[in-house]
Each structure stands twice: as structure tokens, then as C-alpha cells.
């Protein structure tokens, strides 16, 4: 079975520009988790979506934004790009249907600098 | 208080020894925890699932949870090289929390 795959790997964005990013899951699963993960902050939750909604958010502004199309791949926004937004950023997918005992499957990650 | 908290390391072992990495958690209604492997530059990998107090054990790995003193740890037997990594515990309640990870090295 295919793992979760993130496109693009790598990318060189100025500030001030817009990116989005691509996330397809794992066969079968349809919740897909986004996280950044920076030195200083370590992997802090972004958002989840499950079924094209999104079921839960953490405490990013509101220039990170997501979507989830309806064969589960996720795409993730980042707006109006600050220096600080410099990151990895990974997507993990799960079958998100028993919320509790879900285990997360990380993809390879998109790193993301802003000059 | 930091919902999830691991000593940031480096914690040195020697080959051969056992490696003991420990995490706390703030949430006492937190369900489900998780042991995550990461490789510098690699993204993380999932090492052990625990949802029950007690032990679990899987090859050299073994989990255990204390939910009343609310801390899951992982102990690494026989330690390889190979095991040198950043170790991230994460908590699920209705979404998951992780750590900020420990760094493991493991001396040849």
C-alpha cells in the first residue's frame, strides 16, 4: 500500500506571496492531519479534515488555511508568508473513524523558506 | 503547563544498554498515546501505540502508561546505533498533541 505522499518537497517563497501545499493519504483513510514543525516550536497541529470538513484547528492565524477534495487528498494555504513560516510542514493521514485509537501516518514533508 | 512535556535530551546510552524516555501529559481525560521515531530530516514514524495502563511490549520496545500520574514512557533494550534519533511522544484526546521530543543518542 502507497504512503502518504507531499507535494511539493521543497520550496523558495519571498514574503508577502501566497503557497499551497498538496497532501494525498494513504489508501483508504480519510482524515488528513497538517502540522509544522519548526526548531524552536517542535510539531504543533495545524488542522484536520475528515470527509472534506474540517473537524479540528489549532492556534495558527487565519493566512494558514486547508481544504479536502472528496478522494480524501488535502491541500493547505498559507497566505501573505511572514520569515517565520519558514518550516516543515507535514501532513499525516489516519481512517479517522475511531478518534481516540487513531494512528497517524506522517508523509515526507514539504519544507517551506521564505527569503 | 505544556500539555505534552519530554526532557529535550540529548540522553547519552551506551550500546547494549536500556534507553528510558519519559512524557508527561497535562489532560487526565487524554485516551490514547504514541511513541514516534524521527530521523534528522526524516519525517516521524509511529514505534508504539498504548491506550491501556500497564506495559506493552513490541520486539526491543516496551510502552508503559500510568494514567493516575499521568506519564507514558518508552524503554529501548539492547540499544543500537541505529536508535539514535529524536523520540516523540503524543497524546490524543479529540486531536493529538505531541511533544517536543527527545533526543536519543546511542554510543557505539
Known amino acids: 500500500k502507497a504512503g502518504v505522499t507531499q507535494t511539493p518537497r521543497y520550496l523558495i517563497k519571498t514574503r508577502g506571496q501566497q503557497v499551497t501545499l498538496s497532501c494525498s493519504p494513504i489508501?483508504?483513510?480519510?482524515?488528513v492531519s497538517w502540522y509544522q514543525q519548526t526548531p524552536g516550536q517542535g510539531l504543533q497541529f495545524l488542522f484536520e479534515?475528515?470527509?472534506?470538513?474540517?473537524?479540528n484547528k489549532g492556534n495558527f492565524p487565519g493566512r494558514f488555511s486547508g481544504r479536502q477534495f472528496s478522494n480524501s487528498r488535502s491541500e493547505m494555504n498559507v497566505s501573505t508568508l511572514e520569515l517565520g513560516d519558514s518550516a516543515l510542514y507535514l501532513c499525516?493521514?489516519?481512517?479517522?473513524?475511531?478518534?481516540?485509537?487513531?494512528?497517524?501516518?506522517f508523509g515526507p514533508g514539504t519544507r517551506l523558506t521564505v527569503l | 503547563q505544556k500539555e505534552v512535556e519530554q526532557n529535550s535530551g540529548p540522553l547519552s546510552v551506551p550500546e547494549g544498554a536500556i534507553a528510558s524516555l519519559n512524557c508527561t501529559y497535562s489532560?487526565?481525560?487524554?485516551?490514547?498515546f504514541f511513541w514516534y521515531r524521527q530521523y534528522s530530516g526524516k519525517s516521524p514514524e509511529l514505534i508504539m501505540s498504548?491506550?491501556?495502563?500497564g506495559d506493552k511490549e513490541d520486539g526491543r520496545f516496551t510502552a508503559q502508561l500510568n494514567k493516575a500520574s499521568q506519564y507514558v514512557s518508552l524503554l529501548i533494550r539492547d540499544s543500537q546505533p541505529s536508535d539514535s534519533a529524536t523520540y516523540l511522544c503524543?497524546?490524543?484526546?479529540?486531536?493529538?498533541?505531541f511533544g517536543k521530543g527527545t533526543r536519543l543518542h546511542i554510543l557505539p
Open positions: 479534515y475528515f470527509s472534506e470538513t474540517q473537524r
Open positions: 489532560d487526565r481525560v487524554s485516551q490514547s
Open positions: 498504548i491506550y491501556s495502563n
Open positions: 499525516a493521514s489516519s481512517l479517522g473513524l475511531n478518534g481516540f485509537t487513531d494512528t497517524q501516518y
Open positions: 503524543a497524546v490524543n484526546k479529540d486531536k493529538i498533541i
Open positions: 489508501s483508504g483513510h480519510r482524515s
